[in-house]
């Protein structure tokens, strides 16, 4: 199937067309004619499968037909609902790209940032809203945003808004906009909230499910490096230095050790920037514009932080945490090896993370290969060979049974780990 047998108005067809875009992927294929039928939705396909265009450009088509003139009076017609500010932002521009040739008027709006210039904008009138949950009601409790005339609703990233604690916000949301609206929800995942969400909010949705989220992309090499916590980072460098890696996505699983990791890039010399919730709008901006222009070869992300990047040609993915939700490793690193590109998906792993790997490499249906043989091993064999039996009657030189001796050498390691865990943390 090409684009344009997809019957879309000249305007849409030709930005697309300009965009380079000929064949649409598995994702629009199916959901475009669905929304332009007017039909519910519940679409489940994992990043980088072509989701955000799988939901604009319908809306863009059934948009101009209502929108017409510049001079028509503008009302919020589409509201997009996603999680992240960084999401929303690349949706907002893809709104913009594929509806440059239209009247259409698109406004993003998200938090932390000064509202001033958002509400000047929503006071001249937009056709097409998109938004993250907290920043949509504080400004519609203000006064400042009108849903009665919403004709579609999208809720973008569903189960990253439940687990980021969005989902009731979500729900005020929806019973602000009118009950005969039409209702999009896309999700990499389906856990059992987002379906009780998709069924009690959507009429008669249709169900499109496109790779499903236990596929990694086929030109994607995964290594894995076994290699105790403490030496994490001394890897890391010694593998951006000696095996040159440039344009490098470094995933971490907590803002503060996403910023341990690039204090401790900088102190060797190499330039690096950090991406999390506790830095302001402007600074992540700097940072993954600079990472984009490749202008800093490595930037460090927690998972909330990267939803909604987009770099086209990313071939490095470094797990330097493993993700405690299996999922999420296939998120990681679809980030790398798109359209067509090969990648590298690097994973580190410490002993209190095997129960991780295995979780994953059950989802992922494969075992990912172990690179040996460099600087800072530990071995999955000591982690998980069982410890050798003494004899509970054997005394030592100070009277002590070797069961008190091995429990006390219990306790000491006990201690050690609990230091080594506040070290790192």
Known sequence: MKFEDLDLLRNIQQAITEEGYEAPTPIQEQAIPEILAGNDLVGCAQTGTGKTAAFAIPILNLQHRIVGSAKKVKYIRALIITPTRELALQIGQSFDTYGKYTNIRQLTIFGGVNQVSQVDQLKKGVDILVATPGRLLDLHKQGFINLDHLHTLVLDEADQM??????????????????????????????????????????????????????????????????????????????????????????????????????????????????????????????????????????????????????????????????????????????????????????????????????????????????????YPYGEAEETKAPAQKSQGTNNSNGRSGKTKKANTNSRKSEASKKNKRRWY
């Open 162 to 375: 439940l687990d980021m604690g969005f989902i009731n916000d979500v729900k005020k949301i929806i019973k602000l906009t009118p009950d005969n609206r039409q209702t999009l929800l896309f999700s990499a995942t389906m856990p059992v909230p987002i379906r009780e969400l998709a069924d009690t909010f959507l009429t008669k949705p249709k169900y499109i499910t496109v790779a499903p989220v236990s596929s990694t992309a086929e030109k994607v090499k995964q290594h894995l490096y076994y290699v105790d916590k403490g030496d994490k980072r001394k890897l890391l460098y010694h593998l951006i230095r000696n095996e040159n890696l440039d344009n490098v996505l470094v995933f971490t699983r907590t803002k503060h050790g996403a910023d341990n990791v690039v204090k401790a890039l900088k102190k060797n010399g190499v330039e690096a920037g950090a991406i999390h919730g506790d830095k302001s709008q402007n600074a992540r901006q700097r940072v993954l514009e600079a990472f984009k222009n490749k202008e800093m070869p490595v930037m460090v992300a927690t998972d909330i932080a990267a939803r909604g990047i987009d770099i086209e040609s990313l071939p490095y993915v470094i797990n330097f945490d493993l993700p405690n939700i299996p999922e999420t490793y296939v998120h990681r690193i679809g980030r790398t090896g798109r359209a067509g590109n090969s990648g590298l998906a690097i994973s580190f792993c410490g002993r209190d993370e095997i129960a991780y790997l295995k979780d994953i490499e059950k989802l992922i249906r494969i075992k990912i290969k172990v690179i040996d043989g460099h600087p």
